[in-house]
């Protein structure tokens, strides 16, 4: 600091300060020593050194903007520095040439920066035009590079073009035929391809090889759900612990904790997601799902149109969810940051909670146009402020929007909110093509068979109606009271007594005290069956 106080123009001394600030995790302080017009001064006379230079400091910038960074609103000057550091690579791979140096790894290093970029404008700023550009650049100098194989598919997969994203896996297979994302990546391609047997063989025989691979695991559950078999899960769960030498360790718990939450057992999904998030390799998917099961703990829809009833969490929840939002910060991008920041609001029940949520969900709309976690959460918060019309308005544009596993979860929950709107105001056909489509992608949506019930009970027909409600309460391992009663309910309508008991039965069981079954349903069907 002395020798600087006398040279505040020595870069090198400046860059050296900065880096050790950031190892101390001084990041404000280090990010306030770096002016990014001393490492672009275009009149002075470039050498290999002030170059190369120059690359570290703005890449540095770049990283310490970042990770500051928790606005809804993507941070332009994080790509703005990692763009001038391209710019600069190239100059350094062009000097290096010339002077004796490198150019195997000044191309190495621009293929790196190249990466980092399309990373950024595909994931922050939803630019995956230019992302695609800078991947064009950067597979020029390392055309197998996996990763950038990996993230060229996945930008495919985003645009909606399946070949291109085949292509390149297949590619990253070549390379690595043990390469767990692209084997995955292409399990989901088949999978959507109505291709499920070939997915399901693909999973199965990487499973087989290695129980404990818990990245592809993790995606095996998610497949298994969608094809409406997540119980047969179990088994490849108990042969990933047997193989696994700690049962503290992150993937299994990880994996644990999504087959929890799909199954609706919000406390064991809590324990196992709090020992994934210990690695940083789980932290942020784990540490999204708790603040979705303390601010959702039945995982049910959280507002419906019919009686305009809202499930909000306990005080308690919702503090613990405050406290998770925490640690995501400079870890996860700013939209999806403010989403979760949003939710926390809307069901904090904080004087002015909703208001300061439609805010920023609105700026992430005025700069990411159709994000769908932001649409999904704004027409929450309407229906929440008694605009119906608005909410509507929103759930028409998710609904609008092709298939994609990336969202997947997000238009899901999308439709069922607008089935249930429709079916409240007796627009029982549209709702029913959306709580279809539910069902064509995930066969284990119990809301959807659950919702179609309801759609025929209104109808009058009770022994369909029946067949749906059954399902729904299948899909939930005969656990769900709500369903339960409504299926007791309706197979006594369609004169099945004793399936209607049998139904009561169960739930007095698991539910001792659960209202108004007893009198209103079992002594009924007992007494018509006599």
């Not at 994203?165 to 989901?188: F, G, H, K, Q």
């Not at 919702?451 to 399902?471: C, D, M, P, T, W």
């Amino acid at each position: 600091e002395q020798y600087l106080a006398k040279n505040p123009k020595d870069l090198d001394i400046q860059l050296d300060k900065a880096r050790l600030l950031v190892k101390v995790r001084r990041f404000r302080e280090s990010e306030a020593i770096l002016d990014p017009q001393d490492f672009a001064d275009e009149y002075a006379a470039p050498t290999l050194a002030s170059l190369t230079r120059s690359v570290e400091a703005f890449t540095l910038i770049a990283r310490l903007r970042q990770k500051q960074s928790v606005t809804a609103v993507p941070d332009p000057t994080v790509s703005d520095a990692l763009l001038k550091a391209v710019e600069f690579q190239r100059e350094v791979i062009e000097k290096a040439k010339k002077e004796s140096g490198d150019p195997q790894a000044a191309r190495a290093k621009l293929v790196d920066l190249n990466y980092e970029l399309a990373k950024y404008l595909s994931s922050f700023e939803r630019n995956e035009a230019e992302a695609n550009q800078r991947l064009k650049e950067a597979l020029q100098y390392d055309p197998e590079s996996e990763r950038l194989l990996l993230l060229a598919a996945r930008l495919a997969l985003m645009a909606g073009d399946k070949g291109a994203a085949e292509a390149r896996l297949i590619a990253a297979l070549r390379v690595n035929p043990s390469n767990n994302d692209a084997s995955a990546m292409i399990c989901e391609i088949l999978a959507t391809k109505d291709e499920p047997q070939k997915a399901f063989a693909q999973f199965r025989k990487i499973l087989d090889e290695r129980p404990d691979n818990f990245l592809i695991l993790a995606r095996f559950i998610d497949f298994l759900r969608r094809r409406g078999n997540l119980s047969e899960a179990r088994s490849f769960l108990t042969r990933a612990e047997q193989r696994s030498a700690n049962p503290n360790e992150a993937g299994l718990n990880y994996c644990k904790g999504i087959f929890a939450k799909y199954m609706r057992n919000s406390q064991d999904a809590l324990n196992a997601f709090n020992k994934a998030k210990r690695n940083s390799s789980y932290l942020v998917e784990s540490i999204s799902n708790m603040i979705d099961l303390y601010l959702n703990p039945d995982q049910d829809m959280i507002y419906t149109s019919a009686d305009e009833n809202v499930k909000l969490p306990d005080p308690e929840n919702v503090k613990s969810a405050e406290n998770l939002l925490k640690e995501l910060i400079g870890r996860v991008n700013p939209a999806m940051y403010t989403v979760l920041e949003a939710y926390i609001l809307i069901l904090g029940k904080t004087k002015g909670g909703l208001e300061a949520a439609i805010s920023k969900l609105g700026e992430i709309i005025q700069t990411k146009g159709q994000y769908v976690p932001a649409l999904l959460a704004l027409s929450l918060a309407k229906f929440m402020g008694k605009k119906p019309n608005d909410a509507k308005s929103y759930l028409k544009v998710i609904a609008q929007r092709p298939y994609s596993v990336d969202i997947a979860e997000e238009l899901e929950r999308a439709w069922l909110l607008y089935a249930e709107s429709f079916i409240a105001g007796q627009k029982l056909d549209v709702a029913e093509e959306l709580l279809k489509k539910c069902l064509r992608y995930n066969m284990s949506c119990g809301k959807a068979e659950e919702l179609l019930g309801v759609i025929r009970e209104k109808e009058n027909k009770f022994a369909e109606s029946s067949q749906h409600y059954e399902r729904a309460w299948l899909i939930y391992e005969e656990k769900a009271p709500s369903i339960g009663y409504r299926l007791a309910h309706n197979y006594l309508k369609a004169r099945k007594f004793v399936e209607s008991i049998t139904i009561c039965q169960r739930i007095l069981e698991l539910y001792p005290n659960f209202p108004k079954i007893e009198k209103e349903i079992l002594v009924k069907a007992r007494e018509s069956l006599r």
